[in-house]
């Protein structure tokens, strides 16, 4: 079973649109992340749940609005796409850290491609 | 927040041992220092992780000194599949990733 899934793993779209990149994860963790890696490939931290509240909201334009229904799930909405948003997104959990990092499970990426 | 400073790239042979160091001098007193490998085209997996002294599992070593405002991933014997990027972390929740360190390993 997959740790930590992303879906879709790849969305090629126009310009303008709104769209969704959904995340699951099946470890019973608490916390969860998203990153967006771009062409330059700097892995940047965007978002971080723990338990369904927002703990992390990165310097990241208001079109992207996390949601998580349940703390298995934390989805990516996206709206008014532009070109620069094309990149790599990474789901990711792990449970809460008590001063320490804890380890992290991935999601495999989705691949954003804005035309 | 703790900041970590890594060499931008390495490169190495087969069959050697590699070591990569992490600079983080403001590691504060509960901050765990955490070693994550990123292959192209997949998300970053944990090796290692460690509070203090010397941490070895299965694929790696850690080596912290005592000041802990620097850190060490030692990789034993590198093989052309090791070729990745690893990053180095500090700290808790916060799960910021540096801009990692590059290795080629060559035949």
């Known amino acids: 079973d997959t740790a930590v899934s992303q879906t879709p793993k790849y969305l090629v779209t126009q310009m303008g649109n709104d769209k969704s990149i959904k995340c699951e994860q099946n470890?019973?963790?608490?916390?969860m992340y998203w990153y967006k890696q771009d062409s330059k490939k700097f892995l940047k931290i965007m978002f971080s749940y723990n338990n369904k509240e927002l703990i992390i909201n990165e310097t990241v334009p208001n079109r992207f609005s996390p949601k998580s229904p349940d703390k298995a799930h934390l989805n990516l909405h996206i709206n008014s796409l532009e070109l620069g948003d094309s990149a790599v997104y990474f789901c990711?959990?792990?449970?809460?850290?008590?001063?320490?990092?804890?380890?992290?499970?991935f999601g495999q990426g989705t691949r954003l491609t804005v035309v | 927040l703790a900041k970590t400073t890594q060499p931008i790239s390495m490169d190495s042979y087969e069959g050697q041992e590699v070591n990569i160091t992490c600079s983080h001098n403001n590691i504060a007193t509960n901050d765990y220092i955490t070693w994550y490998q990123q292959f192209p085209s997949q998300g970053p997996r944990f090796i290692i992780q460690g509070y203090k002294t010397k941490v070895t599992n299965e694929v790696a070593s850690l080596f912290i000194p005592a000041d802990r405002k620097s850190s060490t991933l030692s990789l034993p014997r590198v093989s052309l599949s090791d070729t990745a990027v690893y990053y180095c972390?500090?700290?808790?929740?916060?799960?910021?990733f540096g801009a990692g360190t590059r290795l080629t390993v060559k035949p």
């Open positions: 972390l500090v700290g808790g929740r916060d799960m910021r």
């Open positions: 470890l019973g963790h608490d916390t």
């Open positions: 990711a959990s792990s449970l809460p850290g008590q001063g320490a990092t804890t380890e992290a499970f």
